[in-house]
DNA sequence: TATTATCATGCAAAGCTTTGCGCTAAGCTT
DNA sequence: AAGCTTAGCGCAAAGCTTTGCATGATAATA
């Protein structure tokens, strides 16, 4: 019951010092001789001292804590990022206040103003599929609290921003599947207003372009990302009077949704029609048959995101976008042709 | 630059009155008159005044963060107890610092260590697989730092605990498997401390015991919870010169893994080997075939866990244990007669 | 009118740390 | 020996909030 922790002024009563001494004895001020040094560093060793943050940060304005907003938590993608967030914001002595906004923009502004009266120091954030309007984070940048967003992104003249190459990865899908000799290559999109969506969609269409495909409108269908909405989509698709032969999904979620509606027309993957998602490697290789994918470098992407909260904390001043390379990892779902390769084959392009 | 969060005192000075009386009429103390109360309170507002939480921290000498330290993050298993113990902490005006142990005890103790010095006000953990000795743990409940283990527990009789029934759930598996005609059924274990491997060992013997099975050692293999050790545990059990008919694998990861091994060996699931996992929900879906498994209630873990943290905290007294239900959800993986139903078809027992 | 009750507000301490400045005593210079 | 430097340490303020107590003023009572 009596306070748990104990302070310098503990320390300085025990000692018959006072609590300036002690405070400076620890941070090896000169003024201090070296026998109150010794006799003080023992102490707070043996009574295991640490300094009080609360008191720390009300002094210093700092609390050493970063806001983490993020569609959900337990999806792999994510928690694979926070990772890496949290790696990063260790070494640096920081702490992650997680919150998440399950895809509702009304619940991402209540995080954030929730995170706010916390005081974290600033923030790292996806955004919901929702977020149209910026207003609450145009908030934050005119209060110039630090601010880094990354996958869904915007405002990226103003805010540093983490991503992939989506439009490349996208290109790369669609010319993997003409190589394999498919054809009718369809798109599972997501919400229009998606930087994701954008750069997948035109990585697409480059893709179809430079195979030289005709670009169909009936092989895009879009979707709301949940796994109920794709697998409507790949219905869609399937129902249509010249049906794809092959599917890029824009996620993972998106993908196995379609596999799943694949497998229940009876079609088979990857004969009757490819499947190459867009996803972290995790699920992908646990599925039948294994995913080609798009794999991101989830942990990479935190670190990398964490890095640039730091930056624009300490320096104030805009960095430039960061860009990670993804990797197209090929395996059964889009081999058509028996290329005599081995279940674990991976490929980097 | 200028402080981003505005005091008592700003409005104080503002409106030329004390800090004193600001508190007070925001908190409705009747010795302020009601006309002042409305100009602080309106003041308040329109600054979006919120209390500095490291000020009230220092005072009342609580911080309103729970430490809760976990194997991994990335494991949906985690992340979906991770999203209700968050649920509960934020009702009661509480947040969460995450940190993860990676399955190593110097990790843990060093979590332990670091969250401390944060001045969380207690701990909600899962601990790690190599965790033998618990002086760590012990040192906790000596200076009365509330604690609460959840999944995988120790010292039940002084901490309190969430788990599942991993007895009764083990031994409806072995049941289960029993119906369908399996007869060599097996069981890939975990390390021996644990006590989701006791008790689910023990269940899995009951189960064979109530079904006239004979036990046999040779059905029984360990691993450490890894991909690859589950692998190569599975291959043990084919190597042998009777083979299971049926495995139980203690956790997705191991399940997973022991479905690769089989298909591997160009064995047919359900026909040539049942399988069954002790899951929550979300991967067993996407596999293939899907796999029948043993369903945690991960949110419901969560949120139990932090209500006993809270009443731990303030009652101080030890709460019995909570033990919630699983249910054994039958997919594809473990139907060995054609029974006719379709895809989704679940059975609860 | 003098005294008391009542109401509204301010002062100051506590919680913990850092740091500029002031103080004391010892040692040094000339 | 008188004055000055310096080593070594303490005071106090700031950062923000709550709250017991004191203060001041006004109204009510005897």
Redesign the pocket.
Known sequence: MT?R?I???DLAKEL??????V??A??DHP???SE?KEKVKQLALSKN?T??PL??G??K?ETRMIGVIVPDLVTHFYASIISGIEQVANEMGYFILLASSNESVEKEKQAIENLLKARVEGFIICQTQETQSTEHFEALIERSIPLVFFDRICLSDRVPTVTVDNKAAAQKITQHFYQQGYRRIAFISGPDQLNITKERMAGYLEGLKQSGLPEDPELIEHCNLSFESAKQAMARLLDTANPPDAVFGINDTVAFAAMQKIKERGLKIPDNVGLVGFTDDFHAMVVDPPLTSITHPTYAIGQEAARLFFQSKDNKQYSTPVVLQTQLIIRKSSQKTCHGDHDDAETAW
Chains 1, 2 share one sequence.
Request: proline share 4%.
């Open positions: 306070s922790h302070s310098l002024k018959n010092v006072s609590i300036s001494t405070s400076r620890l941070r003024d201090i001789s109150v001292y300094p009080n008191a720390m009300l002094l304005q």
